[in-house]
């Protein structure tokens, strides 16, 4: 069974140009920490880095492979289902692993609990989720009853994608166009792990995280 890690970088974003290269204070380019959690991972045959611009290579380590990818995926238009397809023609693997620049402190041990899941054959996806206990609305009705408000710690449980890490078999994929099947694992991960970069806000904020937890030793 073959199991592939893949990062898909753009070197053009426009929310945050640059943010995929763009280095932490007292840190590293960010690309640098999801591909050395990888890296570290137990159940992987290859990672890459999924890039139409050749520059990407000075940030890769040895252990990374730079995939070359078509230019129009670059687009603001493009779905991320397009990239992973193309991905996937360009790379046959059993299993996929897709993990983002953008989510600096995901763990290897949320890696590796994804993979262990879609590879026992029990799960067909995996997916890192935050779990949500708050007074949530729905198409302006609210989702507790408030008629009788309940304790926060009462409240039921939702999660909500991080878009961080994702697992899915080829097949799902290819046959279905998806990357959450019917039977996924939920890998539930803390507000650290959460942490997804797209507004240079949100780079602000995973710079506090590094300098103020992550360099300092502080458990994610």
Known sequence: MKTVAFVPVKLNNERLPGKNTKPFHN??????????????CRGLDSIYVYCSDPAIQEYLPKGVAWLP?????????????????????????????????????????????????????????AMTVKKLREFLWLNGKPLYDTTCIPRTQDLGDLYAETTGLYVYKRELLMEHNRRTGEKPYLIPVSDVEACDINEPFDFEVADMIFNRCIRKGGAK
């Open 69 to 125: 990818r078509d230019p129009r995926l670059d687009s603001s238009s493009t779905l991320i289902l397009e990239v992973l397809r193309a991905f996937a023609e360009d790379v046959p693997a059993d299993t996929y692993v897709l993990a983002h620049a953008t989510a600096p402190f995901i763990s290897v041990a949320s890696v590796e609990s994804g993979i262990l899941a879609v590879n026992s054959g029990e799960y067909d996806s």
């Open 27 to 40: 840190g590293e380019p960010l690309i640098h920490y999801i591909l050395q959690t990888l890296l570290q």
